[in-house]
């Protein structure tokens, strides 16, 4: 007899991805305990490697490699502002929010991206913050606290969804009813304009994150009414997509610990 395989389609920022249950190359997963995160560092200096190169087709790439003996979670960006009044733009790679990294980086391997800025923007480009698996930070503690704010809206996305999950495997839901609620998990878009560009910039980084798991349940309950909307189906669906929230929620709340 076949057994039957369970396929989740997860979200990430800006991209999603057909996810099935089989052994990825050197993304073994390695969990923090609380005796590793006691050691953890606060280091001057970033145990990374930071490359500016040119590819082939002669645009600007940055390449990070880990030279910390934990994975990699996180890492931040900032280049030069365009003019005195602007604030330093920065962009934030987070594996634990899936904006824009894909899985932590283990040690001596590298994530490389493309930068849109050209020019004396692009040199100018430096990492100003990063995390590692085992709660040890690099970077201020204000830059430090960004990431930490959007781990910490993703995680009480998280929450949510998993009551609602939950709610729906005790009443049976169908496909369309699990629609219905993951419409509602959207959040909220600021009520008023934000005062600051810092607080827009705040504000911003906690939202971004969120919609993963509005859309994640989306995705997955639509492709259940395209191909096969019956109730073992779906209550198998959503009890793999419950599990997969779990697992994501606590390492969040892992990360967390100890920060501010």
Known sequence: ???????????????????CAAPVVAQTEHEPTNFDR??????PEPPVSF??????????RIIITNLYQYPLTAYMLQTEPRSAADSPPTMIHDALTRMDL???I??????????????????SAKLVAAVWEDGSTFGPDELL????????????????AIATLQTGLEKNWTAEEYLIAAQ????????????????????????????IVSYTI?????????????????????????????????????ALVGTS
């Open 1 to 19: 007899m076949r057994a039957l395989r369970t396929t989740l389609f997860l979200a990430t920022a800006g991209a999603s991805l057909l996810i």
């Open 38 to 43: 006691r050691f953890a560092r606060h280091f």
């Open 51 to 60: 490359e500016l190169v040119e590819s082939a087709d002669h645009r600007p």
């Open 102 to 104: 894909l899985a932590p």
């Open 106 to 123: 283990p040690r001596g391997l590298s994530h490389q991206i493309g930068v849109p800025q050209v020019g004396e923007l692009v040199s």
């Open 145 to 160: 606290a960004r990431i930490s704010r959007s781990r910490k809206a993703l995680a009480d996305s998280y929450d949510l």
């Open 184 to 211: 509602q998990l959207k959040p909220p878009m600021p009520a008023q304009q934000m005062a600051t560009v810092d607080e827009a910039i705040a504000a911003s980084e906690k939202l971004v994150p969120q919609p």
């Open 218 to 254: 989306t995705s997955n309950m639509q492709h259940a009414l395209q191909h096969d909307r019956s109730p073992a189906r779906v209550a198998k669906l959503a009890q793999a997509l419950l599990k997969n929230f779990e697992q994501s929620r606590d390492a969040l709340r892992q």
